[in-house]
């Protein structure tokens, strides 16, 4: 079974320059987030979709990312326009809710090998 | 989700067991105890996860105290490979399923 995939492996783009990310989860998993990791800081959630709703984008940081997973399937990440604190490791996660009894739930997220911007 | 506390690095010796220690003293009933592992600059990787019991996998074991505040993964026989930082997160899944990543304990296996 293929794992999360991510596209491209490194970006480098100019400062106000616009790049896209892309995310493939693993077939079959509804959800799907984004996460960061910027120089010397804490991996950090940007959102998370249910299929192909935002179920929570509370780690956004701002309007200049805008993130769409359009037929619920793979994900974009889109950075317009790129500023220089916008470099780091950007990563995906997928998983499969498993629901139990009551209000109790877990899921394990898959993370791809992520996607290293440099903004310049 | 409760907040957790880890020592910030460990060494351990290849082949013996590496027990990393988690505090989660403010953890409710209902969050879930999971670990990650991030090895060098890949994306983390899940490891294991428990609730009140003791539960062991292929790559670990995770021993919870019986009242739940804190926590042990423990790798039975420590490789090279298993050089990572390890996280230690808690999180409920009720509503918001995203994962709060501290500082972790970078984990170094020593020939």
């Known amino acids: 079974e293929a794992g999360v995939t991510q596209f491209p492996s490194h970006s480098v783009i100019e400062k106000g320059q616009t790049v896209t990310l892309r995310c493939d989860p693993i077939?079959?998993?509804?959800?799907l987030y984004w996460y960061r990791r910027v120089m010397g800081k804490e991996i950090k959630f940007l959102l998370h979709?249910?299929?192909?709703?935002?179920?929570?984008e509370s780690g956004m940081p701002n309007n200049r990312f805008l993130a769409e997973r359009t037929g619920g399937t793979y994900s974009t990440l889109k950075v317009q326009p790129a500023e220089l604190e916008d470099s780091g490791v950007y990563f995906c996660?997928?998983?499969?809710?498993?629901?139990?009894?009551?209000?109790?739930?877990?899921?394990?997220?898959?993370f791809g090998p992520g996607t290293r911007l440099t903004v310049l | 989700d409760a907040k957790t506390t880890q020592p910030p690095s460990m060494d351990c010796a290849e082949g013996r067991a590496a027990n990393l220690p988690c505090n989660h003293s403010?953890?409710?009933?209902?969050?879930?105890v999971y670990w990650y592992r991030q090895i060098h600059s890949q994306g983390p990787q899940y490891i294991i996860h428990?609730?009140?019991n003791n539960e062991t996998n292929e790559m670990a074991s995770l021993i919870i105290t019986e009242d739940r505040k804190s926590s042990t993964l423990i790798l039975p026989h420590a490789t090279l490979r298993d050089t990572a930082v390890y996280y230690c997160?808690?999180?409920?899944?009720?509503?918001?399923?995203?994962?709060?990543f501290g500082k972790g304990t970078k984990l170094s296996v020593i020939p």
């Open positions: 996660a997928s998983s499969q809710l498993t629901r139990l009894a009551g209000s109790s739930s877990y899921n394990e997220q898959f």
């Open positions: 077939s079959g998993h509804d959800n």
């Open positions: 979709f249910v299929k192909e709703s935002k179920q929570d």
């Open positions: 403010t953890i409710s009933g209902n969050e879930y």
């Open positions: 428990g609730l009140k």
């Open positions: 997160i808690v999180n409920s899944g009720a509503g918001s399923y995203q994962l709060t």
